[in-house]
């Protein structure tokens, strides 16, 4: 069912690299975020927007930052990787809150930093 | 701040049995959803619930706003529905969006065969 696609599926990288997580949808949805969720814990969220060119931060402080040019791609952006950042990352999108709401979520990217 | 508890946290089962994970959250709210998360991440939405009881499939969903309170329930359990299962709550005036909803830490079941 998932119209919600994330690349890479796994990356590993050394410290102070920049990488750039891909996050895309072709549902039209205006609502978009970023999760991270660490093993056994749950999500947290980290960036949202409400549609093209708009972005805010989420209840977790992070370092990364995201950016909405076009309604169907949310990338999120690490300048300089740490191994603090090791993780799972969530993308998800969904339908307006209301008797439909619904949540869609990417396969996850796991990022190891070394 | 909302807090969202799950229980059991882990719960191994025999295949064929009834299955029932249970969801409490501490403030009022808007919606409830459950979520399943399967072995690689992957995350696929179950039911969405602001009252009364869902049902799809071998899933049950049933929630008692008055004693804030949720359970997700699986008849006829098998290996296949293994997974995590996530409780996420949207607050009442969060104004909807992302920054209303609280995860729980999920329940992980085993169903063996």
């Known amino acids: 069912e998932a119209d919600i696609y994330q690349t890479p599926r796994y990356l590993v990288i050394g410290t102070g690299k920049k990488i750039t997580l891909e996050c895309s949808q072709t549902?039209?949805?205006?609502?978009m975020y970023w999760y991270q969720q660490d093993p056994g814990m749950e999500l947290h969220l980290i960036h949202y927007s409400y549609g093209v060119n708009s972005t805010e931060k989420g209840d977790l402080s992070s370092e990364s930052t995201v950016s909405r040019i076009r309604t169907e791609h949310f990338p999120l952006t690490l300048e300089s990787a740490r191994p603090s950042h090791t993780s799972q990352y969530l993308c998800a999108s969904s339908l307006p809150t209301g008797v439909n709401e619904k949540l869609f979520f990417g396969s996850g990217t796991q990022l190891s930093v070394l | 701040k909302n807090e969202v508890e799950q229980s059991p946290q882990n719960l191994t089962a025999q295949e064929g049995e009834f299955i029932t994970i249970n969801c409490s959250y501490s403030?009022?709210?808007?919606?409830l959803h459950w979520l399943q998360q399967h072995p690689g991440g992957g995350i696929v939405s179950l039911f969405m619930l602001s009252s009364g009881k869902k049902k799809h499939g071998r899933l049950i969903a049933t929630i008692n706003i008055q004693e804030k309170h949720s359970s997700l329930h699986i008849t006829a359990s098998h290996p296949r529905d293994s997974a995590v299962y996530i409780c996420a709550v949207r607050s009442l005036g969060s104004g909807g969006g992302a920054d209303g909803l609280t995860f729980g830490k999920g329940t992980h079941l085993i169903i063996q065969p």
């Open positions: 549902m039209g949805h205006d609502k």
């Open positions: 403030v009022g709210i808007s919606a």
